[in-house]
């Protein structure tokens, strides 16, 4: 007769579920049940079968990636860099994109916890993480890029956002600019808001603050198209623009031609991230530059050695905030204040 899960289970005073929860490893399971259930194992001499070994928590080999959204040219560069890196190590990647809506964040929690995925690497669009629990609960490692998810990540990579800011900030500050406005992404964002410190501290060193700072409900285009424009219209002091990103600061521009004026002869603009696009835009973009190729390559290497930890049993590492460094990057987009 061939053994199976149902004899275990009856070997060992429990029900056929918590004999699963402790084959698959997920969800709670006292020491004395796991105890009882592997010795039944043993005594029984049990083979699992192909189905029963997935059960028992043999390694999927799929990645659970859960961005805000991949329309999003960071993100989509993000993906791609940390799609090919797992791929090179035999992972599959899911990629959930979650259009910054909590509830998609909750069902693609359910979704990755079906699928059984190895790992997860997730930039949440909230700073409420507490839906991400369940995943800790299901021993699933779990990696933060571009942003932390403390008490849930066992590790975060991220560029430096608020040397980022300081960096955009003391540059216009240099070519002279004192009325320096701020235009972007949603200011619920943990990088928008580490940005946001950098360059208000900067410029609080020489006594200014923002002229003006405007953020957008949505990161797109054309919502950060029409708060320059109207920032251009209502504030005629401004000489400069900061973009939290390299996306608001070309919509930026594009918002002050349209106006008639002249990008930097009227208005210096600096933005972050330097998209393959800040180089062919005109004029060319002044912009902090973060290796988003090396953030997601650092995030999936550091995802897979955590994999191997937890397989191995190995718990001793503590968890860690990679830092990666930003440059800024001056081109056309920068230039003295106007006289």
């Not at 916890?113 to 021993?139: C, K, N, P, T, Y």
């Not at 360059?199 to 405007?214: R, S």
Request: proline share 5%; hydrophobic share 45%.
């Amino acid at each position: 007769m061939t053994t199976s899960i149902r004899h275990i289970a009856k070997l060992a005073g429990t029900s056929v579920s918590s004999v699963s929860r402790v084959l698959n490893n997920s969800g709670y399971a006292s020491p004395e049940l796991r105890d009882r259930v592997e010795a039944a194992i043993r005594t029984l001499n049990y083979t699992p079968s192909k189905g029963a070994r997935m059960l028992r928590g043999a390694p999927s080999r799929m990645i659970g990636l859960m961005l805000p959204s991949i329309e999003v040219p960071f993100f989509g560069i993000l993906a791609h860099a940390i799609e090919q890196e797992l791929f090179q190590h035999g992972y599959q990647t899911l990629i959930c994109s979650t259009a910054e809506n909590m509830d998609h964040e909750v069902r693609y929690i359910s979704m990755l916890l079906a699928q059984r995925v190895d790992g997860v690497i997730v930039a949440s669009a909230f700073g409420s993480i507490e839906h991400f629990g369940v995943l800790r609960d299901a021993r699933i490692p779990i990696i933060a890029i571009d942003r932390e998810l403390n008490g849930i990540a066992d590790d975060a990579v991220m560029a430096d956002h608020a040397e980022g800011g300081r960096l955009m900030a003391r540059h216009l500050i240099d070519l002279g600019h004192r009325a320096i406005a701020i235009v972007g992404a949603p200011a619920h964002s943990q990088p928008i808001q580490l940005r946001l410190q950098g360059i208000t501290a900067e410029m609080a060193k020489d006594g200014i603050a923002p002229a003006i700072v405007a953020m957008a409900e949505e990161h797109s285009f054309a919502e950060t198209y029409r708060l320059a424009r109207e920032l251009l219209a209502s504030r005629p002091e401004v000489t400069a623009i900061i973009g939290t990103t390299d996306v608001s600061a070309i919509a930026a521009i594009h918002a002050i031609q349209d106006r008639g004026f002249s990008v930097p002869n009227d208005y210096s603009v600096v933005g972050f991230d330097d998209l393959p696009e800040a180089a062919y835009v005109f004029p060319r973009l002044t912009t902090v530059a973060q290796p988003i190729r090396d953030v997601g390559r650092q995030a999936a290497r550091l995802l897979e050695a955590l994999i191997e930890e937890h397989q191995t049993g190995d718990a001793s590492r503590q968890g860690a905030i990679v830092k990666v460094p930003v440059t800024l990057i001056e081109r056309d987009s920068t230039g003295p204040v106007r006289s």
